[in-house]
Each structure stands twice: as C-alpha cells, then as structure tokens.
Nanobody
Framework: QLQLVESGGGLVESGGSLRLSCVAS????????IGWFRQVPGKRREGVSI????????AYPDSVKGRFSISKDNKKNTAYLQMNGLKPEDTGVYYC?????????????????????????????WGQGTQVTVSL
C-alpha cells in the first residue's frame, strides 16, 4: 500500500478555486488509479473524481462535472484535484486514495461512465484528508 499525503485545503469563498495535491511518499503512482473523495460529518463518503492508471481517462459525478479536474504526474508521484466554481455544498474533508490496477476504463461504459469507473477500482490506500470549507 502507498502512503498518501494530501494538502491544499482551506477556506474559500463561494465561486472560488482550490487545488489539492496528493503525494505518494512511499512510492510511485505509476500503475495506480487515483480517486478523490469527500466526507461531511453524518453523511456517507462520496467520490468526486477518478483518474485511470495511465492518466488518460477521468471520471466525475454530475455534482462536480465541469468544475473539478483531476490529474496526476507520475514523475512527481503527485495527483491533483483542481476545484473551480466552489459551492458551500462542496465543503468537507477531502481524501485521496489509490488502487493498484492494470486496467483502463472502456469506452463502452457509455452513460454509466462514472458508476462503472468507480466500480472498477479497489481503493485501498488512503491519505489523512484535508479540510475544504466554502463560505457563502
């Protein structure tokens, strides 16, 4: 398992932007799918983005599509989550997670793209989280 460390959280006004980083301190991200998740007390953890092991394919739920962008730099062992147009409902603790996999999502996934990509990967390495707070 990888050791992951998130950073970049903070307090931002509605409509603002933040970029989160996730560094793999114990090894490379090559060969790993990376996911970003968030959790609010009393609610279930929800995924907000996934990038495939090669970095060629990404997936987002409708709640963040068009506003969030995930990327990764295997040479720097770092993944990123660029968040634009932030809303108060984006507030939460954001976690990055990694899943070792040789597989890439298929273009045949169609309209269920987000759900099927999420189901592909077993995220078993997690960071400690970074707080994001979006004020009105």
């Amino acid at each position: 398992q990888l050791q992951l460390v998130e950073s970049g959280g903070g307090l931002v006004e509605s409509g603002g932007s933040l970029r989160l980083s996730c560094v793999a301190s114990s090894g490379t991200l090559d060969g790993y799918a990376i996911g970003w998740f968030r959790q609010v007390p009393g609610k279930r953890r929800e995924g907000v983005s996934i990038i495939s092991p090669s970095g060629a394919k990404t997936a987002y739920p409708d709640s963040v599509k068009g506003r969030f962008s995930i990327s990764k730099d295997n040479k720097k062992n770092t993944a990123y989550l660029q968040m634009n147009g932030l809303k108060p409902e984006d507030t939460g603790v954001y976690y990055c997670a990694a899943a070792a996999s040789p597989f890439e999502p298929s273009d045949d996934f169609g309209s269920n793209w987000w759900r099927r990509v999420m189901d592909m990967y077993d995220f078993d390495s997690w960071g400690q989280g970074t707080q994001v707070t979006v004020s009105l």
